[in-house]
């Protein structure tokens, strides 16, 4: 299968999914997450459709910039994220979707005053409570969007989370539908920096099930580029 018709079969899927529990398709967007390809295949799948790319790696999402591969699409950063890479991405991408703890929010505030811009973030959250991933703790969200105000140049616009690995994508439903709950309740704070608008959440492998279960937006790799070659 080409990218291309990669990705008409994920933008179906997303349809269907959305008509089987009586939702909007325009209420979810579909994020390709593409580390690991290189520019040309970026540009192909961009070509075919795809209006947001998500990269993992600063390092090879700038090659990749330098490359003209993002052109007509939006970038996000969706990968674990050090405090000394933030320069790199702010002002940059749209949305910095894996914002996992303060010391990052602050160093994006801080970079995005600078450059007198606001930039937008979700929070990622570490809703397996798993040890190995990152991410901050479900119960810490409202605390943490509540000290966000003094953050005056992030915009918080929703969440995001990676949920265990698990063998039957069904697994992760109870996972999505607290995120769901916790996106809901965060919506009742009234902050003049937050607003809850994206849900992200759901691959290649449960992207059907995270659409049942609320996500707003979808970050497919696999689905659409094939299985990542490890060796090179
Ligand atoms: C790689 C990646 C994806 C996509 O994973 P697939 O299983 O290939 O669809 C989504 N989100 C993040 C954060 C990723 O790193």
């Known amino acids: 299968m080409s990218i291309a018709e990669n990705v008409q079969n994920v933008k179906e899927k997303i349809r269907s999914a959305c008509a089987a529990c009586g939702r909007d398709p325009e ?3 579909l994020v390709a997450a593409s580390k690991m390809n290189d520019a040309e295949r ?6 075919a459709g795809i209006t947001i790319c998500g990269e993992n790696r600063v390092q090879e999402m700038r ?6 591969a ?3 699409a939006q970038l996000h950063f969706i990968g674990t994220l050090q405090k000394n890479k933030v320069k790199y991405l702010v002002g940059t991408v749209q949305l910095i979707q894996s914002v996992e703890n303060r010391a990052l929010l602050e160093a994006i505030d801080k970079k995005a005053a600078a450059l007198h811009l606001q930039q937008k973030v979700l929070l ?3 809703i397996g409570g798993e040890a190995s991933k990152s991410g901050f703790r479900p119960e810490e969200i409202r605390q943490v969007i509540r000290g966000a105000e003094q953050f005056r140049n992030v915009q ?3 969440l995001m989370a990676i949920p265990p690995a698990v063998p039957d994508p069904e697994q992760s439903r109870p996972f999505f539908r607290q995120m769901h709950q ?5 919506d009742s704070e009234k902050l003049f920096n937050v607003s809850m608008q994206t849900l992200s959440m759901g691959m290649t492998n449960d992207y ?4 049942a279960e609320g996500a707003t937006m979808v970050r497919v790799g696999t689905g659409i580029f094939g299985a990542r070659n490890y060796n090179n």
């Not at 970026?42 to 070509?47: D, S």
């Open 27 to 29: 209420s979810v967007q």
């Open 42 to 47: 970026v540009r192909e799948a961009i070509a």
């Open 63 to 68: 090659e990749k910039q330098e490359q003209g």
């Open 70 to 72: 993002y052109e007509g």
């Open 124 to 126: 990622e959250v570490n």
């Open 156 to 158: 918080i616009c929703g």
């Open 182 to 186: 916790l996106f809901i309740d965060m």
């Open 208 to 211: 059907e099930i995270a659409i």
